[in-house]
């Protein structure tokens, strides 16, 4: 019995010296541990904030809110990362609203904090929703006290359901307005940097925008008679692309060129014009002929806008605009042939690139010249 103790005793001071010893490498180990630098943060700071940025979509595009491209993601890896990305204002400033995975209260949130992370640097902002309630709150705190620096603004929306916004936005240079149910006129106030503007759907019927300061416009299904409208209001546009339908309030067989108010666009070097509703009905509608545009450089248009003599009104365009085209697109139908193409580059050998689209595939079907 004593003897078995005896040993016992042996064996626990042998023990104590083991677990001292092991404690005393464990301790040399996490020293050589906690001494070593990961390459990654040995970089200075500035290089890791840029690769943090090169992470993310290019600006204006936005991350998503959350996940594995999430900004926030960066924040999670390490301490260092962390301050790193926090004090990194270029990861915040673009952000989308209205991802219908995230609870509205999540949103107000994380908006909230990517807001204040921005600093004063200029926002993207992307909305896409028709919730009302929500269209509401995200345009009282935080979004509105940041209205000053909108600089990109994508609305994809309800025009219902969207609250005015009363306040300047000095900084906007670019919208996108789409929406599923118009309503009433929706005003734009304010906005002396805007220039660029992509209107999809018949929202160009039910907004107001300062159009003279516009250097470049897109309206996709748009009225022929409201784009008109706009048109003439457009004297800076540099870009321009139309794509028209009806809207029931005028007949396009008898819309003739006479019956169109001039559009003077001193200014416009790039044309695009198409129609993608009355393919069938467009020959007599010579819209093309009503504007004059004598720094264009290139047009694109689909063939039956230019009537049942295309090249005579497009030879027509071309001499009452006393432009120099430098590349034409015609988009053409699957009777096209390419005799047909051949006619079109004889009659305009001045034309560097002549190029031809079909309309089912939109990819171009000939090469260049």
Request: with cysteine; aromatic share 8%.
């Amino acid at each position: 019995m004593l003897s078995s103790m005896q040993a016992d005793r042996l064996r626990l001071l042998h023990l104590e010296h083991t677990i001292s010893a092991l404690r005393a490498e464990q301790a040399v180990v996490q020293a050589r541990l906690d001494a070593y630098k990961y390459p990654v943060l040995t970089l200075p700071t500035e290089i890791t904030s840029e690769i943090f940025i090169n992470f993310l979509p290019t600006y204006p595009e936005p991350p998503p809110l959350k996940g594995l491209a999430s900004p926030t993601m960066l924040t999670h890896v390490c301490r260092k990362w962390r301050e790193v990305a926090l004090a990194t204002p270029a990861l915040w400033r673009a952000i989308k609203l209205g991802d219908p995975d995230i609870r509205h209260e999540q949103v107000r949130r994380i908006s909230d904090a990517w807001i204040r992370r921005s600093g004063s640097l200029p926002l993207s902002i992307v909305i896409n929703t028709n919730n009302r309630d929500f269209l509401h709150e995200i345009f009282t705190e935080p979004l509105s006290m940041a209205t000053e620096r909108w600089e990109h603004l994508n609305l994809w929306v309800s025009l219902p359901c969207l609250p005015e916004i009363g306040a300047p936005l000095p900084m906007l240079r670019s919208l996108e307005f789409a929406v599923s149910t118009v309503g009433d006129v929706f005003t734009f106030y304010e906005a002396p940097q805007l220039r660029n503007v992509i209107l999809r759907g018949r929202i160009s019927s039910f907004v107001v925008l300062p159009w003279m300061q516009l250097t470049s416009l897109t309206m996709n299904y748009g009225g022929v008679n409201k784009i008109v409208q706009i048109l003439t209001q457009t004297p800076n546009l540099i870009q321009c692309a139309l794509s028209l339908v009806s809207t029931g309030d005028t007949d396009l067989d008898d819309l003739s060129a006479e019956g169109l108010p001039d559009i003077p666009l001193p200014r416009l070097e790039s044309l695009v014009v198409t129609d993608w509703t009355f393919r069938q009905t467009v020959p007599g509608f010579h819209l093309l002929q009503s504007f004059t545009v004598p720094s264009l450089r290139r047009l694109e248009v689909h063939e039956l806008l230019l009537g049942t003599d295309p090249i005579y009104q497009l030879e027509s365009f071309i001499s009452n605009s006393r432009c120099a085209l430098q590349e034409v697109c015609i988009w053409i139908n699957d009777d096209h042939t390419t005799d047909d193409d051949d006619t079109y580059r004889s009659a305009f050998p001045s034309i560097p690139t002549f190029s031809f689209s079909t309309t089912h595939d939109e990819s171009d079907s000939e090469d260049e010249d």
